[in-house]
């Protein structure tokens, strides 16, 4: 069942996503060469005991830190470590959450380590950053799930892979619904399978973490030993982006952008809600 908020919860909701937004420009700040990633951990940390928040990350199926650090080929749930130490020229995916008053945030970004960055690194994260908002650019009433689905891959297939060749969409990971709970009923998908159907209807109240995830090389990933850390099974690297978005009657609201999504949705024509919080 997927939940329905009302406008109350969804008000709820945005307060989390900030706190969210807090934590991603503490850690972009303090991902810079020489920094594990137990150290944006422990910045994360710190913010979320800055806002009176909890993490929905921490123990989330005996996950044992805060955020998620996911470097270069490794494409999801990475592990904060004390032995992985960012280098110049790495790109790190950063994925977390909180909960405010029993609701929550989620939402992931991907930066770039240093400088010297090849350029297909740079576009890999563009095209996945921008398939995101095509996809949040989707939820409009009336719509229906695989229409997300449909505008996140259609974007990416659209785009031209320097070198030649398809960006791998990942296959076994997407995005998810949200609410009183991290991870809720619709799983979406970032490409469209035909099996699935059309999903539920887009009506106001629903909620949405958006999430893709594309590679330079394969759709397919492998989980290593320790059950967590997501890697492409032929070590091409990947990016991830994320936003965690309310439907609302006057449209989509981004509960983890500061400005609540409203900059780049007006980039494809959407107007975002008002801010319940402004």
């Not at 150290?39 to 996950?63: C, I, M, P, Q, T």
């Not at 989620?106 to 996945?128: K, Q, W």
């Not at 398939?131 to 695989?146: C, D, E, F, Q, T």
Request: aromatic content about 6%; proline content about 5%.
């Amino acid at each position: 069942m997927v939940q329905i908020k009302s406008p109350e919860q969804i008000a709820k909701m945005r307060a989390a996503g900030l706190v969210v937004a807090a934590i991603h420009a503490a850690t972009r700040e303090a991902a810079v060469p020489g920094a594990s990633t137990k150290d944006l951990d422990e910045v994360a940390r710190k913010v979320l005991a800055e806002h009176g928040a909890k993490s929905n990350f921490l123990g989330y199926g005996g996950f044992p830190a805060t955020i998620c650090t996911s470097v270069n080929d490794v494409v999801v749930h990475g592990i904060p470590s004390d032995e992985v130490v960012l280098k110049d020229g790495d790109i790190i995916s950063i994925d977390c959450g909180a909960i405010v008053d029993g609701w929550h945030g989620d939402a992931a970004y991907t930066a770039f380590v240093g400088s010297g960055h090849a350029p297909e690194l740079i576009e890999l994260s563009r095209v996945t950053e921008e398939s995101m908002w095509a996809g949040i650019a989707a939820m409009k009433l009336g719509n229906r799930l695989v229409d997300v689905s449909r505008a996140i891959e259609t974007y990416i297939r659209r785009q031209p892979k320097p070198g030649g060749g398809r960006y791998g969409i990942i296959e076994d990971y997407g995005g998810h619904g949200i609410g009183t709970e991290m991870h809720m009923d619709p799983h979406l998908l970032n490409y469209v399978d035909r099996k699935r159907g059309k999903g539920p209807k887009l009506v106001p109240g629903f909620c949405l973490a958006i999430e893709p995830m594309v590679s330079l090389g394969t759709p397919r990933t492998e989980v290593l030993s320790d059950d967590w850390t997501v890697i492409t099974t032929d070590g091409t690297w990947s990016s991830h982006w994320e936003h965690s978005v309310a439907l609302t009657e006057q449209g989509p609201l981004v509960l983890t952008a500061v400005d609540g999504g409203r900059a780049k949705l007006a980039e494809h024509g959407v107007e975002a809600a008002a801010d319940p919080l402004a």
